[in-house]
Nanobody, 114 residues
């Protein structure tokens, strides 16, 4: 059973930064694309960023230039560096491993507020 555990969320002021981590239990992490998604209250879950096996990245327009997704295959971990945070970034952030129908973590809350 594949497990994903997100961490690094919290409360931050507008303009601040957070770094999310997602550790996975999958045996061969390096062969799977990964992604970060978020879901704000009353809204559907949306894609934030993805990273391919080769390291190519893709971002939602709303986070381009502010967020950076990366992966460390030796640590079976994917990261999301979030800078210049805005109140509209407030959401529960989930990581996803693209294998079969996909595996999701439990989510980590990010709140951007003064």
């Amino acid at each position: 059973q594949v497990q994903l555990v997100e961490s690094g969320g919290g409360l931050v002021q507008p303009g601040g930064s957070l770094r999310l981590s997602c550790a996975t239990s999958v045996i061969i992490f390096s062969i799977y694309p990964m992604g970060w998604y978020r879901q704000a209250p009353g809204k559907q879950r949306e894609l934030v960023a993805t990273i391919t096996v080769g390291g190519a990245t893709n971002y939602a327009d709303s986070v381009k230039g502010r967020f950076t997704i990366s992966r460390d295959n030796a640590k079976n971990t994917v990261y999301l560096q979030m800078n210049s945070l805005k109140p509209e970034d407030t959401a529960v952030y989930y990581c996803k491993l693209d294998r079969g129908n996909g595996y999701w973590g439990q989510g980590t809350q990010v709140t951007v507020s003064s």
